[in-house]
């Protein structure tokens, strides 16, 4: 069982950075998958970047490419998520999620299997 707790969300204008963090425990392997995902109001939850804990492959969703960073500190077992000129359309709550290790790396919200609470992100115009 993996237990994930985000922090860092909050109100940001437009332009503006924010950086999140995801606390993992119990997490077991290197190979497991991490991921950012994030759902905005009447929409569903799409993915924004996954990767694995032991590094390597990293994909970005094309709407964050070149503007969002993630990072991570096997020592502290966390997960950040670096978000640079944030839009009103990032406006969103976000979302840490892990999975076991899978040889290819997925994108669908339903291939994970733990999740955190959440994050409120709003970028305001």
């Known amino acids: 069982q993996v237990q994930l707790v985000e922090s860092g969300g909050g109100l940001v204008q437009a332009g503006g950075s924010l950086r999140l963090s995801c606390a993992a425990s119990?997490?077991?392997?290197?190979?497991?998958?991490m991921g950012w995902f994030r759902q905005a109001p009447g929409k569903e939850r799409e993915y924004v970047v996954v990767?694995?804990?032991?590094?390597?492959?990293?994909y970005y969703a094309d709407f964050v490419k070149g503007r969002f960073t993630i990072s991570r500190d096997n020592d502290k077992n966390t997960v950040d998520l670096r978000m640079n000129s944030l839009k009103p359309e990032d406006t969103a709550v976000y979302y840490c999620?892990?999975?076991?290790?899978?040889?290819?790396?997925?994108?669908?919200?339903?291939?994970?299997?733990?999740w955190g609470q959440g994050t409120q992100v709003t970028v305001s115009s």
């Open positions: 990767t694995r804990w032991s590094g390597g492959s990293t």
């Open positions: 119990g997490r077991t392997s290197s190979r497991d998958v």
């Open positions: 999620a892990a999975r076991p290790g899978i040889a290819t790396i997925p994108r669908s919200v339903a291939a994970y299997d733990y």
